[in-house]
């Protein structure tokens, strides 16, 4: 299972997802697993939704 780290503008690690997912790789790429992730991180109100467009992503594991 890949994880997802997202961090704010700062590089401040905010939350990591770990991403349950079948065909990561062929059918679901990175991005996909980033809109996931901007969307869970907003809906766990971590972050507003304008704040949301300054984070960054990176796929760990």
Sequence with gaps: MPYVEVR???????HTYEM???EYG???TDEDLF???KQ???EDELV????ADKLSFRVTG
Excluded at 48 to 51: G, H, M, T, V, W
């Design 8 to 14: 704010d503008a700062t590089g401040t690690l905010i």
């Design 48 to 51: 507003s939704p304008d704040q």
């Design 20 to 22: 349950v997912v079948g």
């Design 35 to 37: 809109e996931v992730a």
């Design 40 to 42: 869970n991180v907003i």
């Design 26 to 28: 062929t059918l679901v």
